[in-house]
């Protein structure tokens, strides 16, 4: 496909389970960001990627939250120890900004359809 | 945290109507950005407005940017069934390559 998918697009945990959570993102786009959006609420930013390297990590809400992207390509949205507070859809969004380059002028990010997690 | 707060936070109107958005935010930024998030499609892009612009338009689209009170607002002119969806401003704070997010207006068009 042309654009972000995610997986898995729905996912029920037990409070204090693990869940990993996937993006692909479009092929050859360098960055990558992670959103959490709660309902009723816009997406909020959680973290960057720039290729393999997490250059803002300044949005996640606590040290359970782990990202990684080590080949530059797809990435994983760790949570540990899931609370319901984390129940929320996470949006995982790619665009082809480099550093200190503008491949375009601004930094228009596409995003996927969102993992829907729920914690009971 | 959230930059910007939109106005009103829901919004329903006939169809073939213009609806108008409105979205107040609080630091300095280089851009704007709107974005529309529907079921069926997630969040999309729909237009973006330089720090240095003060209007835009796309198709039925019209954005408006005011820097001295920190403010934008969306018109979208006749509208239609599958304009129904929540609208974001967005702001990109000095370069920063994240997009921070307002709450959003929920807009209904009714038949």
């Known amino acids: 496909g042309a654009g972000v998918s995610q997986s898995p697009r729905y996912k029920v945990a037990k409070r204090g389970q693990d869940v990993a959570l996937r993006c692909d993102p479009i092929?050859?786009?360098?960055?990558l960001f992670w959103y959490q959006q709660a309902l009723g609420q816009g997406p909020e930013f959680l973290t960057y990627?720039?290729?393999?390297?997490?250059?803002?990590k300044s949005g996640l809400p606590s040290d359970r939250f782990f990202a990684e992207r080590p080949e530059g390509s797809v990435s994983t949205l760790k949570i540990q120890r899931t609370q319901q507070e984390d129940s929320a859809v996470y949006l995982c969004a790619s665009s082809t900004r480099l550093a200190g380059l503008l491949i375009r002028s601004y930094n228009e990010q596409f995003f996927g359809p969102g993992t829907r997690l729920t914690v009971l | 945290s959230q930059q910007g707060e939109e106005d009103p936070q829901a919004l329903s109107i006939q169809e073939g109507e213009n609806a108008t958005m409105n979205c107040s935010y609080k630091?300095?930024?280089?851009?704007l950005q709107w974005y529309r998030q529907n079921s069926g499609r997630g969040l999309v892009h729909l237009i973006l407005?330089?720090?240095?612009?003060r209007e835009k338009h796309s198709g039925r689209l019209r954005v408006t940017l005011d820097t001295s009170k920190k403010s934008s607002s969306l018109l979208i002119t006749a509208s239609r069934a599958a304009d129904t969806a929540s609208y974001f401003c967005?702001?990109?704070?000095?370069?920063?390559?994240?997009?921070?997010f307002g709450k959003g207006t929920r807009l209904h068009i009714l038949p």
């Open positions: 990627f720039q290729n393999e390297a997490q250059l803002d």
């Open positions: 967005a702001t990109s704070p000095n370069r920063d390559d994240k997009i921070i």
């Open positions: 092929s050859g786009h360098v960055s």
């Open positions: 407005i330089r720090s240095n612009e």
């Open positions: 630091t300095s930024i280089n851009n």
